[in-house]
Structures are given as structure tokens and as C-alpha cells.
């Protein structure tokens, strides 16, 4: 990747280019679409916009923020990522949330953290560069393990103190410093239920920009233990047989939901 551009002058934009556009932190969205197409907003944003260029999976969007509020003068609305999550196709959320995270990475990166200097756009990597002191900043992600724990037709499932009520998932959590996936997934089950896994294997992954997050989803044995629902962050934590499973997240907008789908497909066609 050389010499490419990673923000776009206003005169170079198309009509038929797709813009996302952020008013604060809040996606600007028009009944269930949030795509822009550049004729239909673009004098309507400030002199100064900036246009960074977001490609996905070989398209090319764009993502424009104002501190205007643009959703009321094109009638529309403006909101939260998180609330596309359950009206949008899976690629349409995508290019959102990947906007979204680099958007918030450039924003609070405009100055060194080393030597306090101001940042400036790398030539050729989407990267940040203090011309003072040297110092490179990449945009960064959190990775966190979730983990599908399963004995024979039994699946694992927790409510989160976090989740609204009636809402179960699998266990999760964030990866630390030093730590392998798979030591996290040992660490966050003991925790969270009190129980040990082992044969833990990784499954799939996914992006999930609340804020900046990537779910390494994974599937590991129940081998001992009683549950204990840790307290103040597991409600209640339970094995449930998978024809007579709680409410859980739906498949096509969470990684949780897909390890749960899968095992439910595999345990029903006798390949366990
Ligand atoms: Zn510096």
C-alpha cells in the first residue's frame, strides 16, 4: 500500500459516492438507511469537513462529521451505533462501525501522547505520526475472548448484570496484558462460573465496534466444577439443553449467538 489517500478533497467526491455521516458521535440515519449519497448532503456540510476514505471488503465509502445538526435540516435522525445494530444488514453495520472506530481514533489522536506535539497523517499507512518526537500511532483494537462451553447437549449461558433482563449469552471477556486467548478463556469461565474447561478450540471471529473490540469467539469442554456466578458481574449462569434454550443473541449480529447456532446445528445432525 503506497502513496494512497486516506482523506478526500470535497471536490474529488462523486454522487454516487456513499457517505456516512457522524453528527458528534451519533450516525445521521433516514428511516433504515444511513448511506448518503454526496449530491444529496454535501453543501450541506461545513466548509472545513473533512472526507476520510473507508474502504470494505473493496468498496470505497466515505465518512464526513459535523457538529451540525445536519439530521433535522434533511429530515432525518440522528443515532447511536449501537441502535443500527438490529435495523441494518450485516454489511451496511459493518462499513458503519468501521467508520465509527476510525473516526474516534482520529479524534483522539491529535496530539502526541509522548512529547504533546501535534499529529500528522502518515503517507502511506492509516497511521499517525508525531514529526517532533518520532512517535507512530496506529489505530488500536481491544481484543477480548468469548468462549461457547459445552457439555455434551448442554450449552453454558450466563446473564450479564450488564444485559437487560431475560437475555443470556456466552461468557466473555476482555484479554489482558500477557495473557494468550486461550489463557483468557480458562481465566474468564473460572471467574465468571467457577467451572473449568479444557480442549478449548478457536472458532471465528468478529469486528464489534462498541468501542473498538475483536471478538475471538471460541468453543471449550466443560471439565469440572460447580457453578458459582461470579457477583456483581454474572446474575445468573446455568447449562441449558439446546432444545430448550433461553432467549440468546441473534446469529446474525453476534459472534455469541453464531458459536451458539452452530454447536445447536451439529449437536442436531448427530456430529457430536
Ligand atoms: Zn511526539
Request: hydrophobic share 40%; glycine share 6%.
Amino acid at each position: 500500500m503506497s502513496n494512497r489517500s486516506f482523506f478526500l478533497q470535497r471536490e474529488s467526491l462523486v454522487g454516487s459516492d456513499k457517505l456516512v455521516l457522524f453528527c458528534e458521535n451519533r450516525i445521521v440515519v433516514k428511516g433504515d438507511e444511513f448511506l448518503w449519497l454526496q449530491e444529496q448532503v454535501i453543501d450541506l456540510l461545513p466548509e472545513d469537513s473533512e472526507f476520510l476514505l473507508v474502504d470494505h471488503n473493496g468498496e470505497h465509502f466515505v465518512a464526513a462529521h459535523t457538529s451540525e445538526d445536519i439530521a433535522e435540516v434533511v429530515a432525518a435522525e440522528s443515532r447511536s451505533l449501537r441502535s443500527l445494530l438490529f435495523i441494518e444488514g450485516e454489511s451496511d453495520f459493518s462499513v458503519a462501525g468501521k467508520a465509527s472506530q476510525i473516526m474516534s481514533w482520529y479524534r483522539t489522536h491529535r496530539y502526541c501522547g509522548v512529547c504533546g506535539s501535534k499529529t500528522s497523517q502518515h503517507e502511506q499507512q492509516r497511521a499517525l505520526l508525531c514529526a517532533n518526537c518520532g512517535e507512530q500511532y496506529f489505530p488500536r483494537i481491544n481484543p477480548c475472548a468469548i468462549v461457547l462451553v459445552t457439555k455434551g447437549r448442554e450449552i453454558l449461558l450466563a446473564r450479564s448484570a450488564r444485559f437487560k433482563t431475560g437475555f443470556y449469552s456466552c461468557l466473555a471477556g476482555f484479554i489482558e496484558v500477557g495473557e494468550s486467548a486461550e489463557d483468557t478463556v480458562l481465566r474468564e469461565v473460572k471467574e465468571e462460573s467457577g467451572v473449568e474447561v479444557d480442549n478449548i478450540r478457536y472458532v471465528k471471529s468478529q469486528s464489534w465496534p462498541f468501542p473498538s473490540q475483536l471478538m475471538l469467539g471460541f468453543h471449550a469442554d466443560y471439565k469440572s466444577g460447580d457453578i458459582v456466578p461470579e457477583p456483581g458481574e454474572i446474575e445468573e449462569a446455568d447449562f441449558y439443553d439446546i432444545d430448550d434454550l433461553p432467549a440468546v443473541p441473534s446469529p446474525d449480529i453476534s459472534v455469541a449467538g453464531e458459536l451458539i447456532q452452530i454447536y445447536v446445528e451439529q449437536v442436531r445432525k448427530g456430529e457430536i
